[in-house]
Nanobody, 126 residues
Framework: QVQLQESGPGLVKPSQTLSLTCTVS??????????WSWIRQPPGKGLEWMGT???????YYSPSLKSRTSISRDTSKNQFTLQLTSVTPEDTAVYYC??????????????????WGQGTQVTVSS
């Protein structure tokens, strides 16, 4: 069974770049038809899709975050990474990585993603 684990700093200062890594075990990120996403949930709000990198290395981003978001991967380490630039306190959230078998750009149910990381709290504050 595929398992995902997020890692990265829990506190980021405003205007800095947030960088998180998702380490995948139990399966390869290059497995055919595997889509690897970053999702966040701000306090008191719903789940927000941020972006996806596919098994072939293509990437897709939320239009509202596209100018600040980059997702890359390291196939040798079986990891994919999120970078979010110019963060503000509004970027404070629990950040999740997740796997699906097709591209999901609007999250209506957590079950659409077959596997989730446990989530990591990121706070943007000076």
């Amino acid at each position: 069974q595929v398992q995902l684990q997020e890692s990265g700093p829990g506190l980021v200062k405003p205007s800095q770049t947030l960088s998180l890594t998702c380490t995948v075990s139990g399966g390869s990120i290059t497995t055919n038809s595997a889509y690897w996403s970053w999702i966040r949930q701000p306090p008191g709000k719903g789940l927000e899709w941020m972006g996806t990198i596919t098994y072939s290395g293509s990437s897709y981003y939320s239009p509202s975050l596209k100018s600040r978001t980059s997702i890359s991967r390291d196939t040798s380490k079986n990891q994919f990474t999120l970078q979010l630039t110019s963060v503000t306190p509004e970027d404070t959230a629990v950040y999740y990585c997740a796997r699906s078998q097709f591209l999901i750009v609007k999250i209506t149910s957590r079950t659409a993603f077959g596997s989730w990381g446990q989530g990591t709290q990121v706070t943007v504050s000076s």
